[in-house]
């Protein structure tokens, strides 16, 4: 994955519209911190703003667990929970996000990542995401087809250029 795409992806999931930290809050919720928790809210997560058509997720359909995560961080990492694992219960796609040190955050990232799976999962190659990474992968191509044109075509003027200079050199 080039970093362009990357990048790209990342910004996209910034956008992602989340839950409000109220419900998230609520003292008639189900979480457990520690275990897999079902959810009793019928609202579904909202689409992007890049995107148009997402797949809809349910909060019903989803099982969601927080977990240590792993990698740099030391205590901060290794003594918290933060680690967010949600599984799409009807299809079986499994995402876990650990980026930020925020459960909250994590938890937005970890939806937006699901629903653009789902809308792959679903939709097939007539989804926008593999329509976009098809387009992005395009243009990568054409951008490399025109610096090889480029630079054949220097090549090819600096050997004029030598052909040229030695013909007058022969003629002095």
């Not at 890049?50 to 667990?65: A, H, N, S, T």
Request: with cysteine.
């Amino acid at each position: 994955m080039t970093s362009s795409i990357l990048y790209n992806f990342l910004l996209s999931l910034t956008r992602a519209q989340a839950l409000s930290v109220r419900q998230w809050n609520s003292s008639n919720s189900t979480k457990q911190f520690l275990g897999f928790k079902r959810s009793s809210s019928l609202l579904p997560i909202a689409g992007k703003k890049g995107f148009l058509d997402l797949y809809i997720v349910v909060e019903d359909e989803l099982d969601e667990q927080f977990v240590r995560g792993s990698g740099p961080g030391g205590q901060a990492t290794n003594k918290t929970s933060n680690c967010v694992v949600l599984k799409h219960v009807p299809s079986g796609i499994v995402v876990k996000c650990h980026q930020t040190r925020s459960v909250d955050q994590n938890r937005k990232i970890a939806r937006a990542i699901l629903q653009e799976k789902l809308d792959v999962h679903y939709k097939g190659a007539k989804s926008e995401i593999v329509k976009q990474k098809q387009e992005q992968q395009w243009k990568k191509q054409e951008k490399k087809r025109k610096a090889k044109e480029n630079l054949e075509r220097k090549r090819q003027f600096k050997d004029i250029l030598k052909e040229s200079s030695d013909d007058t050199e022969l003629k002095k």
